[in-house]
């Protein structure tokens, strides 16, 4: 049997993961212009979040759930911009410190995960066993079509909320320019709150089905990170559709790169994209 259909579902489910940890940090970036290395821990949030209502509510429905996980990693994520980076706007900070801050929440987060659920490995479950399906000769998990689905109307979505709503153009007009849309009447501070919250929510779903597909660990959240930054990076940053192509493309390279070799050399696949893209193609596929 033919090892192609598999490489190419898993190098898809690769690219789902990756994307929802992208599309948020692009959406995020494209509104203040600053790494939010935080942005991983929104994915390990939402998925404690998630286990914490399975754990303590017996027989509560898996979607619910979910969705209250997303929306605790999106508020999580709100909250973070009100008390910790718009306070460092206010003060005219660098981005450069906001970067240093962004890890210090990252930080934080993750080892108050750490110190409330313990180290060990979770698994992320709802009580029934992950239905498998084949397709065209590869195995994939419910789950795993999931996470492809939601990362691709998640990414038209974006889009469309970008393009089409009053919301969205207010985010474009901020992205361009944030002093010029405050003189036409914007409300920066608003709008980069939604942005933190919709971001937020998206990585917190992310970390959601990770943790129902492969499991749950506090430092999850940085793996995941990395990821998101390099298809963002390699898509173009600050670009919803940018991000989708990234982490097409990562998935890809990563998954038929180890064809013939160890999988420890995935993290080293990764980062030589990232390098290659940096030396040669510094703005990404899409320019913003």
Known sequence: MSILPQLIANSLIAAGTYALIALGFNLIY??????????????????????????????????LAAALGVLFAGLLGWALDRAVYRELRKRKASNTVLLVAS???FTVIQAVIAMIFTSQFQTLSGGAADSVYQIGGAAVTETQVIMIAAAVAIAAGLG???????????????SDDEEVAKIVGINTERVIGWVFFIGSAIAG?????????TGLQPTMGM????????ASIVGGVGTVYGAAAGALLLGFVENFGIWKISGEWKDAIA??????????????????
């Open 205 to 213: 779903l992310g970390g959601i089905l990770v943790g129902f597909d």
């Open 30 to 63: 494209a509104a203040t212009k600053f790494f939010n290395l935080a942005h991983g821990a929104m994915a390990t949030a939402g998925g404690y979040a998630a286990f914490f209502l399975l754990q303590s509510f017996v027989g509560i429905n898996v979607v």
């Open 160 to 174: 469309l909320l970008l393009k089409k709503t009053l919301l969205g153009k207010e985010v474009r007009a901020v």
């Open 271 to 288: 980062f030589s994209l990232l390098i290659v893209f940096l030396v040669f193609r510094p703005q990404g596929i899409f320019k913003r």
């Open 103 to 105: 890890l210090g929440v």
């Open 223 to 230: 793996s995941l990170l990395l990821r998101g930054v390099i």
